[in-house]
């Protein structure tokens, strides 16, 4: 399913399961999601599985949304007297979508006891109290942690999904790797084909700790290998340290979780010649959550560092912020230099990174996901070093290969279902749902920038690469400062798409896309076509 399609379906109001593989684009397309209904005066409730995924996408745990806390089961008197606290029956009856990011990681047990909650909030045995629950996730990647005396480890397998019965989207286009040999590896992982074959190529990618590059980012199953990575290579460094402490404003307990789940620490030490990567996403587009570089200088005035990226672009890093927002109010924050020691992290903090290179070591691995996840960040096979794995690395959970294959079917059910519905009777739907949540038709303007989603075909899917490179010879290459300042010149010189294709070499679709992300195009929804947004 296009990420288009998905929105059309979420923009319905239906509870969804928003799927697919790594770099399909779920964070883009529930992020979109998010824009249209806040254009419409209609504030989701974003939260994750995890204090890290929550950081992210600048929410809250569920755990936290919802009251439970830490618990492990909750009786209905007990959802109720969660619910009655004025806090979060507030927040519940505020609420008119709920998305919850990461669901993989988030039990069975937890899912039924948001339900528990939500409905008692709500005084309505409504799944989840009537709200529309979107759920965005991929089970090939990193489990919960059982609890002892769970009986269903995943969400998917609980009463409460069942009842929630969500439409699934399942994303069907790769954004992130567009290495065809990569591709395969990976899809042979997913899909439990992984053999000698694949296996023969992975290795041959397989160096020792001294033929790897030196600044490139090493992923590992453990804290104590990241820790002592890290210490080790700052240490050796000469020169005098810089330090930067984080500041933070608000309650206490949300700070902490803040502080805590933070992929920039709380004080960050850094020396000239560190290797770092970028923790967030710069709202210019100067540098994304993933991007890894060294650390040239600090600037004299204010002393931030100066990070020289691995494509030589040399960049000034200022401080971020980090919030927890609530209907729309920033409830808490912290403020720091969004960068991190790179030598080393662990596999679970890399998860939703995007990475041109990285050293993996699986030869620890001891968890489901844990070797798809690691290999899944790099986008092509040439920026993997891989130094060991086990085989527990190259595994699949089957119960969720099984489920996986039922998705698939359901996403494809659901494609044809709104393919054939009359395009009058789906906005009618949409405007329902607007209405029922209180909010507004969006303006044209607004409806065009979180519609558009970004189309390319992926390479696993029958697009031969050299082949449509005879003709666009920068196709499914990344775009960089270079390419953007070329586009926004020649799109402020009235260039139209084809033209600009020609120019630069690449497909119209990719031209389009690309002009949307900067923000330069947008989609009528309504005209059905591409309109200008402003000119650079």
Sequence with gaps: MTQHAALDILRTGANVFLTGEPGSGKSHTVN????YLRSCGVEPAITASTGIAATHIGGMTIHAWSGIGIAGRLSDIEAAAVAARTKIRKRIEKTKVLIIDEVSMLSAATLSMVDAVCRAGRGTPISFGGLQVVLVGDFFQLPPVPQEDATAQFAHASDTWRALNPVVCYLSEQYRQDDPVYLDILAAIRTNRFDAKHRERLLE????????PRDVPKLFSHNADVDRINAERLQILPGDPAAFQMEASGPALLVATLKRHCLSPEMLVLKKGAAVMCTKNHPQGM?????????????RETGYPIVETTRGRRITVKPMEWVIEEQGRTRARVAQIPLRLAWAMTVHKSQGMSMDAAVVDLSDAFEYGQGYVALSRVRRLSGLYLLGANERAFMVNEEVLAKDKIFRLLSQKAREKLAGMPREDLKMKHRTFLWRCGGRAPAASEAAGVSAVRSRPSSRSGGNIAAIRAEHPNAYRAWNDESDAA???????????????????????????????????????????YKVSHRH
């Design 32 to 35: 979109a999601y998010a824009a």
């Design 205 to 212: 990618q397989r160096h020792t700790i001294e033929q790897t």
């Design 287 to 299: 540098f994304v959550n993933g991007t890894v570089g060294v650390i040239r200088n600090f600037d």
């Design 487 to 529: 586009l926004r010149a020649l799109f402020a010189e009235g260039k139209q798409t084809l033209v600009l294709a020609q120019h630069l070499g690449r497909m119209p679709g990719a031209i389009r896309s690309r002009l949307i992300k900067l923000g330069l195009i947008a989609y009528d929804q309504d005209a059905g076509q």
